[in-house]
């Protein structure tokens, strides 16, 4: 059953000629900005956040892998709650809110942890807040978008989400040059960009109801959201190809002990993706909404390839350093709107929120496999290897799920 989404959102006009920031929902625009600042923040942290570890802090590869499993994994925790919530509330404004707020409070808590635990438990939280606030968000998206503009709304959105993931780096590479090894500050003014993230949303940003969809019928959605036949080829698409999706702190770990760059440069990593993936975020929205959004996913998991490739190969230095963040932000680009977007079209509108959380679910989960795994496998064959035998199954995997991704977007 596909998605039915109103030809009008709210009453709008048809879209005037124009850029492609012209033609997508003011509330998109407005979620993107509450998104940018909030990215500004987490990046800040990201950034910093595996050098931190493994130089500041002292923690091994194996505990750093159990901590980044956590960054990618325990947001499947309460993504389905999260879907959920704004699909029956009808509220999935103040659904994401408290998940941007929780995750805004975490960002001040870094200060006093010390310790394994004490770390851990705050980046939970983190993920926590993350993992309630994306599905309810997405679907105020997908709800405020006309069926045909998916992919470039999730693109437009996407890409003003990353104009403050490739900030953030930069603000914390800023703070650690004018405060060589401070960390403090820089976990201070991710809390302040995050707080006015928080404003923006309750302040600006309408919100959706559905209305007319009794509870039971929500949850009768949710139920056939999570096990609509239309919905089983990309979910198992995704956690195959989600357990072999290396977390980005490892691969910037690589590149970072492979060309023996010092600490304060390690947050300009992440700038190189964020600009590609800012460059192409659009684009390949675009692309997808024309050629297919299997294809374009598909796509995406070819330039992750690659990226093992360069980062696990036997050159260093500086281009091909480049040539592997270009390639990443290329992958972030072909899969992080467009798989929501996918998502959305196959599943019935009073569940949009929960059909899009069972998809982020999957992959949060084989996300976490995959970084606990790869931790374990770098401390037992090294880096260039781990890197290479990830690829090699990567090969392997990348032909069953296009067959499951297209059999099921064909339909």
Known sequence: M??????????????????????????????????????????????????????????????????????QGVSALVRIAGGYAGDRSNRPKWIATAGYGISALSRIALLPAQGFLAITAVITADRLG????????????????????LGRAFGVHRALDTIGA????????????????????????????????????????????TGGVPSTLRLAGLFRAISAKKLRGPLLASALLGVLTIGDGFLYLSLQQRDNLAASFFPLLFVGTNV?????AVPLGRLSDRVGRAKVLVGGHLALLAVYLTAG??????????VTLLLLGTFYAATDGVLPALVTRLVPEEARGSGIAAAQTVVALSRFGASVGFGALWASVGRSQALLTVACLLVVALPAAAWLLRSRESE
Do not use: C, H
Not at 130 to 149: F, Q
């Open 166 to 209: 490739t900030i953030g780096p930069i603000v914390a590479f800023a703070l650690l040059a004018a405060v060589p090894g401070g960390y403090s500050p820089i976990f201070v003014v991710s809390f302040a960009f995050a707080i006015v993230g928080v404003a923006v949303i309750v302040l600006f940003v309408p919100n959706r109801r």
């Open 276 to 280: 590609a993936y800012l460059a192409l």
């Open 130 to 149: 993350k993992g309630l606030r994306t599905a309810p968000r997405d679907a105020l998206i997908a709800d405020a978008s006309e069926p045909s503009m």
């Open 2 to 71: 596909y998605v039915s989404v109103r030809d009008r959102p709210g009453g709008q006009a048809p879209p005037a000629a124009g850029s492609a920031l012209r033609r997508v929902a003011p509330t998109v625009l407005l979620l993107g900005v509450v998104s940018l600042l909030t990215d500004v923040s987490s990046e800040m942290v990201t950034a910093i956040l595996p050098i931190y570890l493994t130089a500041q802090v002292g923690l091994g590869i194996l505990a750093y892998g159990f901590i980044d499993g956590i960054y």
């Open 313 to 322: 190969g036997p050159l260093g230095g500086t281009i091909p350093t480049v």
